[in-house]
């Protein structure tokens, strides 16, 4: 079993519930390493100070914000860790909020929380509490030194902690330069656009999708280190579309079949995800 990332306690109203964070997702993604391209040998990366031209070792290198230019404030850990005061290994819920009033844009990762030690009793209450009340509670986590706003919600029958956005760190939409739509659609043209969204309409099932262009690099990868010679293809420009109605005709015409075969995947799938789905809802048993 991973170890946990961090330990410590939710609060609610008295109630204190010992947790234990474990991560709820891993990075699948390709890591390339610097090569040097005419020997194939692996790009090293040295410390140097700026002053003095020469590299200097880790136990040397300390934090530093930079408060004017070239001049810089020098911060220990410790210093660091105490800006977190009484929240160093605290979340306190501050509200309790429904769930799906949380717009997604405000969701960053997400975080499985374990009950730490003499913790099961409330660990099971505050689970309860939410799954009954579907509401998921709102605190603030200072973590790898910064402060995050958390959700914390049940999950698969455990309980699970998102880090969120502060709404400051969202961009307006607003300050972007989009420009305005030349026409708005007909009436036709958004009950067609309708139709089509409804036949291509399906549960959500993630297991259904993959990272394919994960697979298209290592497979590339794999012709390559076999001494295939690999050529880009050729990339085709997007072909434009001034019949909006045409368009929308062929893809309602054409989506019949993609919808057929949806709804029998859903169906194959819909007794092995029956059971997950009783768990996400229902809470733990």
């Known amino acids: 079993m991973p170890r946990s990332i961090w330990n410590g306690t939710i609060t609610f109203g008295l109630i204190a519930v010992p947790i234990k964070v474990h991560s709820a997702t891993q990075d699948t993604g390709i890591h390339f390493h610097q090569v040097h391209a005419r020997d194939g040998a692996q790009i090293k990366q040295k410390r140097i100070c700026s002053k003095e031209s020469k590299e200097v070792p880790y136990k040397e290198v300390a934090k530093g914000y930079e408060v004017r230019d070239g001049e810089y404030v020098l911060l220990s850990k410790d210093e660091v860790a105490a800006a977190a005061g009484e929240r160093s290994r605290l979340i306190e819920l501050e509200q309790f909020v429904c769930a799906g ?5 405000f969701y960053d990762r997400t975080y499985y929380l374990g009950a730490g030690a003499k913790g099961q ?17 709102i605190g603030r986590w200072v973590f790898h030194n910064r402060e995050y706003l958390v959700a914390v ?12 956005r502060f709404a400051d760190e969202l961009v307006d939409a607003d300050e972007f330069d989009v420009p305005t739509p030349s026409r708005a659609p007909a009436s036709r043209e958004i009950d067609m656009a309708g139709q089509l969204v409804e036949s291509l309409h399906a549960s959500f099932e993630p297991h ?3 990272d394919a262009y994960r ?8 012709r390559k280190a ?9 990339v085709q420009p997007a072909a434009e579309q001034p019949d909006l109605m045409a368009a929308l005709e062929a893809s309602l015409q054409s989506s019949g079949g993609t919808r057929r075969s949806t709804r029998s995947r859903s169906r194959g799938t819909a007794r092995s995800s029956s059971g997950s789905s009783r768990r996400r809802t229902g809470g733990r048993r």
């Open 215 to 222: 697979a298209r690099v290592l497979d590339l990868i794999e």
């Open 153 to 164: 919600r049940p999950l698969d029958g455990v309980l699970a902690l998102h880090t969120m």
């Open 121 to 137: 009793s409330s660990y099971r209450l505050l689970h309860d509490a939410l799954v009954k009340s579907r509401r998921a509670g």
């Open 208 to 210: 259904d999708f993959e």
């Open 101 to 105: 009033e949380i717009d997604l844009v």
């Open 226 to 234: 076999r001494g295939e010679a690999l050529t880009a293809p050729e």
